[in-house]
């Protein structure tokens, strides 16, 4: 909704600046979208006269105009309008002024030889319409030197709020101005609706045969003269967005914007016959204002004389019946429609219109007699004639509702004391009738054009809102209780942490049967009486899962039949080791297959390894909270996995997981092509984290001096495992040694056959200060110790 300063206060009596205006209307609830000053962009635009305008010496098409701009001599200025000659008021424009079209400053050019030293301007230049053939043109008595703006009232600020599809009323210029002054900010000007006295009977035959029309008004207006708008009219209406047309089309639509009243005026020598509102038929077509034929549906609203149907009641008249600047006689209209068949009307055409908005919203349903009085008053002002006798149809639809409120439900609902007598003030410049009763209840009769108030909690509101909604504290809601227990379980986080974990790693989550084969149960040593189903839903699936790798390695198989052979599956579910109800495991088991690098022109293409199995089973089980690096690996993996690519995750005597490269013998046994890798993680043996005494994280110490690297060849036997190696070095020295890696293995020419040489990186980081040769050289001393008594190894010559 959008609408200028000045068109307000034609409505509201106030001294209010543009300021507060626009803060009360969010205060009230009509949002302030925002505020146009189309004056600030065309200050520097002056009115100006042509003095002469002879033919320009070198171009036939061009003329050179000596222009008047009232700050001192004519200046020269070169122009191609077809209507620029002497004697006529321009709008100028001046070197070094920005143009609102293109954004350009002008400057002093040189046009076919001949100097120009500014420019008269066309309406699309200053973004007034899209008006181009020809400069303006302004009356004889506009002042020259004057600002053009302030001449035509283009100083004056367009307003644009947000409404609520319950907010009809606020459609029109008319409520807003009743929702500031019942803030405070002034007084609601009468509504003058004078009765014009008819000069003759209507002879307008009008039948009324529809439900959705309560009540409708006819007023046939004789001898119009159908021109131009006044400049206040159209002054208004360009500000807003709309583009005048003629006196008779403006006066409808500025009704629309102004009262919330939509109208419509037919050319009454168009008409055949009487008007007959009735039912839509099928075969029906309308030609509409748009250009566009329509066909509506059976059962919609329309109005039609005794030949055609001229107009879509309540959403847009006909262009068969349309005025013209040759309209010299036309019928007023002024009806009420039941909102819900506008809304229908208007979807089933999809067809907008600034008349469907508002009576699709629900207009004020009263009063029709004096929108047609103030209609004809402005119809016969600016376009003269004489009015007939008014046809009114039907009957004011049933819109009175009278509700009470208790003052104290204003505190009890909104929080913010009211005085009663504020209360009083405030409906009834809303225009609620309000009177009191004994006890102390005021009663409100509900004016019609607020069809969103229906209850004693729509007067708090109203009450609340005018008051201001910044009044309202802020209160925090009441806690009746302690803090709420978790709504997760730790085992429930852990499954939730793993699962996560496993999609990051690029795994895709896959759920399968929990039950298998008994020939591929029999692979995972799970061919057990104990877990044969008595009932199985099919010979294929007769067994509970030993493992889910039983699911997950054909599922692999399945991918790559298909053309997906690189693959990433992972499955949170049950492995069964008995039939006991505590005889399953909650497992967290992937496979990969395939490649694990795709090739590229660098290094060419990498199969999965028992590596990456690690890593995957390494990071679900750091993301489930288990003790990662206190972790220990040993070679004793069951037989399904490759007994020299594998390994088992244990922390002490218990096992967490395992993973590796799959057997080949089960692999060709499943039909699966390899290689495969896979993990299985038992989340039931992750131990509980330890209770902390607080949530905060411990601050992060760094130290500010720079770590030592030492590296070290140990010679070992073949049979000893690399990690004793680790563990050894990393507890030499706890404070100093802050990581230890395994950089290379070698088996070969010069280490004796039986044993292999191992070489670690150890990185020694100072806290307190820097360390001295011989402080380095101790510590060395120690892990050569610690990995010799560990694990018999020597240091390598």
């Known amino acids: 909704m959008k609408f200028t300063l000045s068109w307000l206060k034609t409505h509201l009596d106030t001294d209010a600046t543009l300021d507060q205006i626009t803060d009360a209307l969010t205060a009230l609830g009509l949002e302030v979208e925002g505020v146009e000053d189309r004056g600030a962009a065309l200050s520097a635009f002056r009115i100006a006269h042509v003095v002469s305008a002879e033919k320009h010496p070198n171009a036939d098409k061009l003329r050179l105009c000596m222009v008047d701009t009232g700050a001192g001599d004519p200046v020269q200025v070169v122009c191609g309008a077809p209507n620029a000659r002497a004697g006529i008021k321009v ?87 009743r929702d500031l002054a019942a803030a405070g900010l002034g007084t609601l000007k009468p509504l003058a609706a004078a009765p014009v006295t008819p000069a003759f009977d209507n002879p307008l035959k009008v039948t009324l045969d529809h439900p959705g029309c309560p009540q409708i008004a006819f007023r046939l207006i004789r001898g119009v003269k159908n021109g131009p708008s006044p400049k206040w009219l159209a002054d208004r209406l360009l500000a807003v967005g709309l583009r005048p047309i003629s006196a008779l089309v403006d006066i409808t639509n500025y009704f629309s914007l102004d009262l919330c009243r939509p109208l419509h005026v037919f050319d009454a020598a168009k008409l055949t016959g009487g008007i007959t509102l009735r039912a839509t038929a099928d075969g029906d077509k309308l030609l509409a204002l748009n250009g566009k034929e329509y066909t509506p549906p059976a059962g919609l609203i329309g109005i039609y004389d005794d030949a055609k149907m001229i ?60 929108k047609v009085e103030l209609a004809t008053a402005m119809i016969l002002d600016l376009c003269g004639g004489s009015a007939g006798a008014v046809s009114l149809t039907g009957t004011e639809p049933a819109w009175q509702r009278t509700l009470t409120l208790r003052p104290a439900r204003v505190a009890a609902l909104g929080g913010v004391d009211v005085p009663v007598d504020e209360q009083v003030r405030i409906l009834s410049v809303l225009g609620f009738t309000v009177t009191r009763r004994d006890d102390g209840v005021l009663v409100a009769d509900v004016p019609s054009w607020r069809r969103d108030v229906e209850g004693e909690a729509d007067l708090v509101e109203e009450v609340l809102r005018v008051n201001g909604f910044d009044k309202i504290p802020a209160t925090p809601l009441p806690r009746e209780v302690g803090t709420p227990a978790p709504a997760l379980t730790a085992d429930q ?57 039983g699911t997950l390695v054909p599922a692999a198989g399945r991918n790559a039949a298909k053309g997906f052979k690189d ?67 040993t070679r004793d993996a069951p037989g399904w996995y490759h007994p020299g690519r594998s390994g088992v995750l244990r922390l002490g005597p218990t096992i967490l997981g395992r993973f590796g490269e799959l057997h080949p013998a089960l692999l060709e046994a499943l039909d699966v092509t390899g290689p495969v890798v896979a993990f299985e993680l038992f989340l039931d043996a992750v131990p509980a984290p330890k209770k902390k005494a607080g949530t905060a994280k411990p601050l992060l110490a760094l130290s500010p001096f720079q770590p030592v690297d030492r590296d070290f060849a140990f010679l070992v036997a073949n049979s000893t495992d690399s990690d004793k190696l680790l563990k050894a070095a990393k507890g030499a020295d706890k404070l100093l040694i802050s990581d230890v890696t395994i950089f290379d293995i070698y088996e070969g020419k010069g280490v004796e056959p039986g044993f292999k040489s191992v070489a670690l990186s150890v990185t020694l980081q100072p806290v307190d200060k820097t360390l001295t040769d011989k402080e380095i050289e101790d510590v060395a001393a120690k892990v050569v110790a610690a990995v010799a008594k560990a694990t018999g190894a020597s240091l390598r010559g």
């Open 493 to 549: 986080r852990r499954r939730f942490n793993a699962r996560r974990a496993a999609a990051e790693r690029g795994l895709l989550e896959s759920v399968t049967w929990s039950f298998v084969d008994p020939k591929v149960a029999a692979l995972f040593d799970g061919d057990k009486d104990e877990l044969r189903l008595l009932n199985p839903i099919s010979a294929d699936l007769a067994v509970m899962r030993p493992s889910i790798l």
């Open 311 to 370: 107009s879509m009641a309540g959403v847009m008249g006909g262009e068969t019946t349309g005025v013209t600047a040759d309209t010299t006689d036309v019928v007023l209209e002024v009806a009420t429609f039941e909102p819900v068949r506008i809304a229908e009307a208007g979807r089933a055409l999809q067809l907008d219109s600034d008349a469907r908005y508002r009576f699709e919203r629900g207009v004020d349903p009263a009063n029709i007699l004096e």
């Open 91 to 177: 709008v100028f424009a001046s070197p070094g002024t920005k143009i609102p079209v293109s954004g350009d400053t002008l400057s002093i050019g040189t046009i076919r030889g001949v100097e120009s030293r500014g420019m008269m301007c066309s309406e699309r230049e200053l973004l007034l319409s899209d008006e181009h053939n020809g400069i303006i043109e302004l009356p004889e008595d506009a002042p020259v030197g004057g600002s053009f703006a302030d001449w035509r009232g283009l100083s004056d600020p367009v307003i644009e709020i947000a409404l609520t599809p319950d907010r009809v009323d606020c459609a029109g210029v008319r409520g807003v101005a």
């Open 567 to 633: 693959v990433g599956l992972f499955e949170v579910g049950p492995a069964f080791r008995d039939g006991s109800e505590k005889g399953q495991d909650l497992v967290v088991a992937g496979v990969r297959a395939g490649a694990a690098v795709p090739r590229n022109w660098s290094k060419g293409e990498r199969p999965v390894d028992a590596f990456d199995a690690k890593g995957d089973a390494l990071a679900i089980l750091e993301a489930a909270g288990a003790p990662v690096a206190n972790l220990q690996v």
